[in-house]
């Protein structure tokens, strides 16, 4: 299957899932939505409310943040892929528990995989800390490392400066770094597809085997 495939099929079982208690309380499911081979992928951490009526993320007060932000980044919302930690709504908003995180976790990882992104923003703590366990996003929030080859950048959630209008300059000034982190990530692809080891094939024809039937034991 190809990268669109792997995301429909991912969908597909986002939106008929079970396996938390997060499906009773749904109205939809969300499972992302985006451009399949996207450079930059950002991971929120749940649905809300407009988010669970939709079906779609990001599409809320937050979203119509999400959307100034990524204009002040370069960025087109159709360019990139966005999605969450948690496919399904919180009740009330309240933070994903952890077998909700688990239970969602391999819809996550197979998105990372087939979209395969070289830079990836978290926004919030709960996606932070699938990349970078043990650490406060006061402390690292607009920063980033290499994790497994891809450059992690950690936001705090647009939905933040709604609540707390003293961190909107610092969400702004974070996103605004954002192509410089994407410029980095591209060099580095760049040394890693030149410092990869080419296949050397033959020239020389093949040497007939002599004695095709016969094994050795030793």
Not at 92 to 98: A, F, S
Not at 139 to 159: C, E, K, T, Y
Not at 188 to 217: F, H
Request: net charge neutral; charged share 20%; hydrophobic share 40%.
């Amino acid at each position: 299957m190809d990268q669109k495939e792997i995301l429909g099929q991912v969908a597909a079982e986002v939106m008929a899932c079970t396996q938390c208690q997060l499906s009773v309380s749904r109205k939809n499911s969300v499972p992302g939505e985006g451009q399949s081979n996207a450079e930059v992928m950002f991971i929120g951490e749940g649905p809300g409310f407009y988010e669970n009526e939709q079906g779609r993320p990001f599409v809320g007060p937050a979203g119509k943040f999400l959307d100034e932000l990524l204009q002040r980044a370069g960025l087109h919302r159709e360019k990139v892929f966005i999605t969450n930690v948690v496919k399904c709504r919180p009740p009330g908003n309240r933070d994903p528990l952890p077998e909700e995180l688990s239970a969602c976790n391999n819809y996550l990882e197979r998105q990372i995989e087939a979209i395969n992104p070289i830079v990836i923003v978290t926004l919030g703590r709960y996606s932070m800390a699938k990349f970078m366990p043990n650490v406060r996003i006061s402390d690292v929030h607009g920063q980033s490392r290499w994790v497994n080859g891809r450059l992690i950048v950690a936001m705090f959630h647009p939905a933040a400066a709604l609540h707390q209008p003293s961190l909107k300059n610092a969400i702004l000034e974070d996103f605004g770094r954002i192509q410089s982190y994407l410029t980095m990530a591209r060099a580095n692809c760049d040394i890693m597809q030149a410092v990869s080891p080419v296949p050397e094939t033959s020239t020389e024809p093949a040497k007939k085997d002599e004695s095709p039937t016969q094994l050795s034991l030793f």
